[in-house]
């Protein structure tokens, strides 16, 4: 799950609390506030044990799916050279063998 990470960081720094602090509070281990409070990523035990400390729903501690931007679509630019550079090696070499 990806959890919005700044919102955990910032309530336990409201609250005083250090990361090992946060961690025994949850019963977590603090490799695992560390990781969640850089990357976001959290299991769904994790996300309740987070939300039922901080006392809010595991619905208010997710990333939004629909706020996160989809890739740009692959542009075709990049697949048209190499069909270029084969059809001018082709015809260079039937120029080379025939002429």
Known sequence: MLIKKGIVK???QQRGWTQQ???DICDLN???????EK????SMETSKALASVLEVSV???L?????VAPPPPESDSG???PYVVVTFLVAFSLGYWLG
């Open 21 to 23: 602090q946060f961690a």
């Open 39 to 42: 990357t976001g990523v959290a």
């Open 79 to 81: 697949k048209v050279l």
């Open 63 to 67: 990333v939004d799916d629909r706020s």
């Open 59 to 61: 619905a208010d501690l």
């Open 30 to 36: 603090i490799r695992t506030i560390q990781r969640l």
């Open 10 to 12: 910032n309530a336990r």
